[in-house]
């Protein structure tokens, strides 16, 4: 397609295809200024090469950040173009976050593919990932004007919620209870930040009022926190050969995601002992939890599904759903970007079908 | 002391002094925000808090970056005051830096303590690293002036430079040949980058034109790499109690450092033996090579010597002390700032005594 051809319709595949053709020269350009070897080792992490360097062409992720980034720009009455940069730095937060956050999680593959510290080794998976951050910085105050300013400050804002959901996600591992309110503020920092950025960046860019960027902001906040529900279901329940992650993922890294904190808080015969089970496994070394078989995993995801964690996580799923539509009707703009940003929304939170 | 009282002279040790009572504050308050228990470990890595978690008063550094940049405000004309953000994000990018390069290079101790990554392990010291990043971006935006996001642009320039080059130091070790050209461009990125930021950073908050903050630049940017060749003497020359290293620091870890470099690219016998004993050192483990004991390692250090290595990186270290010195007579301020900034760089480059 002819990424400058106005769009019709509000069609998602149409709207992510955009948001590749217009970002990924962009992402492109600003990766290649890294000093090498970080060059070729995130070349890499966006599936760009292969592990022995040659040219690849993997599937790096869906572009739902970017077609937000330049939606939000067109929310303001500006060209999708002005969103640009700030897709691309929101594009370069978010592999940094990946890359640093698969190093701490151990976790070996991402997209089907090895991850970097797995090919590449903890010290560049580091790097890179700071290289990345340092570069979103750059690419976003680029252009010197006051509406840069603007953006990088959220930019910055969403950064360190970020981080800070990382630690909290990391943290509740090791703690045996966890609030629903608890964790849905970690998935807040964690998901919704970024996504918040995205859903508003561009329009920053398109110099809209505080009205308007704070809107979106919380269009996608809510987005985010939808999208991570059906993640967190997709942690557990998820086809391997579709999230390109082992069974019961979440479960193997003993995450206190949405449906086991709804679980373990809930009451009933199941909720009592998924609490014992749980207990137990917190004792227990990472080699022997390590070593459980698939069963032992089934029995825990059906413990949670029975006190009703998975349920529960599907309706949360739909609440914040409806939460962003709302926001989203809450400000003025024009009808065929609204339009456009609830067909991407639906997108997001459809994935668990 | 009155931090609010005029300084009179040039004494380094009350411009220290002064950095220290005006910034630490607002670098307290800042690592405050960050989220459980990232504020406890970055409390702990900054010397406030001992690793059981009880107040300490350890030494957290000279305070050589925040003094530059509370004098770069006062070199445009403007309250050392209007420095302290950026005196702030500078310490917040440096000791970002510093907690991932020690996890990197397997540092255990930095300050005659043990680094965060073995004590709080290496995903805390890549988080509160991350963190701390994150943090510097948001300080230095908050103010939301023309001013700030100017300052904010030096600093993310600075930062990607920065981890440019941790990446070459990293890939230098693994290198048989380093040029003297190539090492003083690691060095210019890993060290004169942010050293330029600070000595500049101020002046950029107090509304300086470009070319104060260009020249202010410069003149840090030399000071950075007359710092990093007396650091360079004293990662292999260093008496261990000063430095809080062990012996012969730089040689263990097999670091390509100015004295190494400029001895394998010089003529005759001792550059000859080095060579040849170096391109072994490369073949060896990690486990022989950490087994070597200090005889061995002294050999080296001779033959670096001998082969003119430290005459060499000494006499660059004046070289650009004289550039930087150069630099800052070469644009209008205050004569008593100016006289501060040279007291200031005189100290950075006279630890070699």
Redesign the interface.
């Known amino acids: 397609m002819n990424p400058a051809q106005p769009l019709s319709g509000a069609a998602v595949p149409a709207l992510l295809e955009r948001a590749r053709a217009l970002v990924a020269p962009a992402l492109r350009a600003a990766v290649g ?6 060059n070729t080792v995130a070349a890499y992490h966006f599936g760009w090469i292969d592990a022995e360097g040659r040219p690849s062409d993997s599937d790096s992720g869906k572009a739902v950040r970017p077609a937000l980034a330049l939606l939000s720009a067109e929310a303001a009455g500006a060209a999708p173009e002005t969103g640009i940069p700030g897709a691309v730095a929101v594009e370069l937060v978010h592999n ?1 976050s990946l890359l ?1 956050d698969d ?2 999680d151990g976790d070996e593959q991402r997209r089907h593919r090895d991850t970097v510290w797995k090919v590449h080794g ?2 560049q998976a ?2 890179v ?3 990345l ?3 979103a ?2 690419v976003i ?2 252009d ?1 004007t ?1 509406e ?3 953006a ?2 959220r ?3 969403a ?2 919620k ?3 959901g ?3 996600d ?2 509740f591992e090791h703690r045996e209870r966890v609030s629903v309110a608890e964790c849905l503020e970690m998935e807040g ?1 964690k998901t919704g930040a970024l996504l918040a950025c995205a859903a508003s960046i561009g329009a920053v860019l398109g110099g809209a009022d505080e009205r308007l960027a704070d809107t979106l902001e919380l269009f996608g906040h809510h987005l985010g926190l939808a999208f991570q529900a059906v993640d967190d279901l997709l942690g557990i329940w998820g086809d391997p050969r579709s999230t390109g992650k082992l069974t019961w993922s979440d479960l193997r890294q003993r995450k206190k995601s949405l449906p086991v904190v709804a679980a373990l808080t809930a009451q009933g015969p199941a909720a009592e002992r998924l609490t014992a089970l749980m207990t137990a496994d917190a004792k227990k070394s990472q080699q022997e939890f390590d070593d459980f078989d698939e069963a032992e995993f089934a029995v825990r995801a059906a413990l949670i599904e029975e006190a009703g964690g998975r349920e529960w996580t599907a309706a949360e799923a739909r609440r914040q759903y409806d939460a962003a539509v709302a926001a989203l009707h809450g400000v003025a703009m024009p009808d065929a970007v609204r339009e456009r940003l609830l067909a991407l929304g639906d997108f997001v939170v459809v994935r668990q079908k």
Chains 1, 2 share one sequence.
């Open positions: 200024r890294l000093a090498p070897p970080m940094f640093h190093l701490m903890a010290a580091i790097l990932g700071d290289a951050f340092a570069l910085n750059e105050l680029e010197g006051t840069a300013a603007r990088a400050r930019l910055a804002a950064s360190r970020l981080v800070d990382q630690a909290q990391i943290a920092n």
